[in-house]
């Protein structure tokens, strides 16, 4: 692999080069990363997808180990690819993190009970709102509500009617008085033509252009608006092959528990037999050779495992050079100590010494997730049309685990055999080994089921709303490295926020193995003006992975478990909920209020301090195999004190408001969302180009602002314009510039001090 091949080389000294090495490594990655996850997705065969997986896995965390390492070298969560897309020709959308479908679709039962649960939970204790009682009427009731509606409908076509009439009479009446005579019917004819060609003329000149624009690539083919049969037939693939995988799944898992009875039914003895031959042969060797029975391994050595353990050549000739290449360290150092002692003595205390200049050099760190895919090279696999599980590959697998298990038994006949050897041919007695007494396990009186109904009832663990990542809609940076080379820092996209979010939060909680081998983030902090996302992001976190949403934020704990031991029981009851049924994601709303340099007099009652102290000892208690993650969001973030505020959030994510060209995409979409139909009367661009310092929030309220029931009723005959939403925007406040730099100075300080802490250390 060229990337193995490139660590291979010497430190480089240009961070730009290593930058761009990065990068480019980075970009490959996803790109191969996408493609894994539409094979992993597509393959029906059980067991090729067990491969694959791990392989997908594997890629995942990589990409997260060159994220870090780009961070590190930059000190900015955010980086810019302009140049390097360009030069391998490839659009934005090739390097967007996509969320592997698996983490839902595996466990999409246990989340829909999970959801049922929690809805009964809420339900009972009047959280939610009562449900829907279907209303039952008696016949003779329905009978006369209908006969209502009729005799109305029938009342309104008949007043109608007479109204028409009357019109008719009236006309005629005043005709008649001033003498007027009817139209001629000749005029008349040539006024109809007249309107009809000049509306027929409108019609073709309307498609012509139509043509026009959608041959200059302006606007979609009609085709486009209504489903492709294509599309049709690609979903109804899909939805099979997905019950093709569910039962291959099934006949796979149980196919591990009929092979693995018969290969120990049939195969079992065999093992025993070689097994007690083996260890037998290695009673006497030791008799013959030291004179005495040796010890037989205990259990938690591993027993007779050890004792027969192979290694390969090349394993026992790499533990010869490390041991040659320690004694040979060893042996410098000693030298280089003494031969420095007699340098000090002669050039004497009073001679300075010049500091050198060093240069900084850097590598490409090591890389920790590795797969291998060789067992389907060269396998035949014609007789498996069908794809489904291949027995031979599951008897390899079950082997070992049947010759694990035997070893196990036939380890307790040994010991009891050598221990009979050593009485009757050594005369030895048996050495008592005093056991120390084991200690009371606790029992916790409290189940899982029970925490989890108090958290619920509490109002601490609570239903996330159904939001996906994709819905939070951006635009890329364009001219980010532009920027950068004009040493302009520039404001980040919201396709970075959300690129952020899937690489520290979605990847790391929907994977066991990824979050236990790359590179660790604990807490993750969003700060940003109000109205930009915040919560939103937390939610579609909690959609894309299926965790568990715990809310401590000040305004929601007040008053519950109060005092010392009531908070640490709560802690308690949150964590050990979190860690049984993983993934789960603690929200802190507001948290600036947690770190406040001084509480206001207003918020003293509510004591939004009370999880100052206790978050840091929290984090301390979360491990690698704990997939939790604390989300802080913040509109305030100046107002907390910095050090212990960083100390917690060691991950900030600037949240902006969204630019022109995300703008421009944002009005779209809601408009669309909230069933409103963009047309040609509506001037999207001059919408964007307005709404300059308005935020998401700002867009989704004037938008259902103006879509009302009745608006949309009027949607066919009176299209929508650009000035119905200026009126319900020009309502609200704005973002102002100044405040936005605040963020991102306070920010930029905090990572920049960081930076020289971790080059310090290094």
């Avoid at 008649?176 to 009809?196: E, F, H, M, S």
């Avoid at 509490?458 to 920027?483: H, M």
């Avoid at 509506?682 to 310092?693: F, T």
Wanted: charged share 35%; aromatic share 8%; glycine share 6%.
């Amino acid at each position: 692999m060229k990337e193995v091949e490139e660590k291979s080389q010497k430190p480089l000294k240009d961070r730009l080069v290593v930058f761009q090495t990065l990068a480019t490594f980075y970009i490959k990655y996803v790109q191969i990363f996408r493609n894994l996850e539409d094979a992993y997705d597509q393959i029906v065969h059980p067991q090729k997808r067990l491969i694959i997986r791990q392989v997908l896995d594997g890629v995942m965390g990589r990409i997260l180990e060159l994220k870090n390492e780009m961070v590190e070298l930059e000190y900015s969560e955010y980086h810019y690819f302009d140049d390097i897309l360009q030069d391998l020709k490839l659009l934005p959308e090739s390097i967007e993190i996509p969320i592997p479908r698996y983490f839902i679709k595996e466990k999409l039962k246990v989340l829909k009970e999970r959801e049922r649960i929690l809805a009964q939970i809420m339900f009972d204790a009047g959280i939610l709102d009562e449900e829907p009682v279907s209303i039952f009427m008696l016949l003779e009731e329905a009978v006369r509500v209908i006969q209502i509606s009729e005799r109305a409908r029938q009342g309104r076509l008949r007043a109608t009617f007479m109204k028409q009439i009357y019109l008719e009479e009236k006309r005629e009446r005043l005709a008649r008085l001033q003498g007027i005579k009817g139209p001629d019917l000749q005029a008349a004819a040539i006024y109809i033509q007249r309107v009809w060609r000049g509306h027929a003329q409108w019609r073709k000149t309307v498609k012509v252009r139509d043509e026009e624009m959608v041959f200059l690539g302006m606007i979609p083919p009609p085709h486009f608006q209504r489903p492709s049969p294509s599309l049709i037939r690609a979903q109804k693939v899909d939805s099979l092959r997905c019950e093709i995988q569910e039962k291959h799944e099934l006949d796979f898992q149980k196919a591990l528990v009929s092979i693995k009875e018969r290969v120990k039914e049939i195969e079992g003895p065999d093992i025993k037999e070689s097994l007690q031959d083996q260890i037998r042969q290695w009673f006497i060797e030791c008799r013959h050779i030291t004179g005495r029975f040796p010890d037989y391994p205990d259990e938690e050595q591993g027993g007779s495992a050890t004792l027969f353990s192979e290694k390969t050549p090349e394993e026992v000739a790499a533990e010869l050079l490390a041991k040659e290449e320690e004694e040979q360290k060893k042996k410098k150092k000693k030298k280089g100590k003494k031969e420095k002692k007699k340098k000090e003595k002669k050039k004497g205390k009073d001679v300075e010494k010049k500091p050198k200049k060093k240069v900084e050099k850097r590598k490409i760190s090591p890389i920790l997730f590795f797969w291998k895919t060789d067992i389907w090279l060269n396998r035949d696999e014609g007789w498996n049309f069908s794809q489904e599980y291949d027995p031979e590959l599951i008897k390899e697998e079950k082997r070992k685990e049947v010759e694990e298990e035997i070893r196990v038994q036939v380890d307790e006949l040994m010991r009891q055999e050598l221990k009979n050897l050593k009485l009757a041919v050594d005369r030895e007695t048996e050495k008592k080994v005093k056991k120390g007494k084991k200690g009371k396990v606790s029992r916790s009186l409290l189940t899982i089921d029970s925490l989890y109904q108090e958290l619920v009832e509490e109002g601490i663990l609570i239903k996330a709303k159904k939001v996906k990542l994709s819905d939070y809609v951006g635009e890329y940076s364009y001219l980010g490295t532009t920027l950068r080379q004009v040493n302009i820092e520039p404001m980040p996209s919201l396709t970075d926020v959300r690129q952020l979010i899937a690489l520290y939060g979605i990847l790391p909680l929907g994977s066991q193995s990824v979050h236990e081998k790359a590179p660790l983030v604990k807490a993750l902090l969003l700060a940003g003006p109000e109205g930009v996302g915040k919560k939103m992001l937390v939610h579609a976190l909690c959609t894309e992975t299926g965790a568990n949403l715990f809310n401590l934020s000040a305004a929601n704990i007040v008053g519950k478990y109060p005092g010392k031991a009531g908070l640490q029981l709560m802690l308690h009851m949150v964590l050990k909920v979190a860690k049984q049924l993983q993934p789960s994601v603690i929200w802190i709303g507001d948290t600036e209020k947690t770190f406040y340099k001084k509480v206001p007099k207003g918020e003293k009652e509510l004591e939004p301090k009370r999880l100052k102290k206790q978050l840091s000892k929290l984090l301390k208690t979360l491990k690698t195999e704990d997939r939790i993650l604390i989300v802080g969001t913040t509109k305030r973030p100046f107002d907390a004190n910095l050090k212990p505020f960083c100390k917690v959030y060691k991950k900030i994510i600037l949240v902006p408001r969204p630019d022109y060209a995300s703008r421009f995409v944002l009005w779209k979409h809601i408009i669309q969302q909230n069933g409103g139909r963009i047309s040609k009367q509506l001037n999207i661009s001059c919408l964007a180009q307005v709404s300059d310092g308005y935020t998401q929030g700002h867009i989704i309220k004037a938008v259902q602002g103006v879509l009302t029931e009745r608006r949309l009723m009027q949607l066919k005959r009176k299209p929508l314009t650009a000035a119905e939403f200026l009126t319900c925007l020009a309502k609200q406040d704005p973002v102002y510039k100044e405040e936005e730099e605040t963020f991102k100075v306070k920010l930029a300080k905090k990572q920049s001090t960081k930076g020289k802490k971790g080059k310090k250390k290094k």
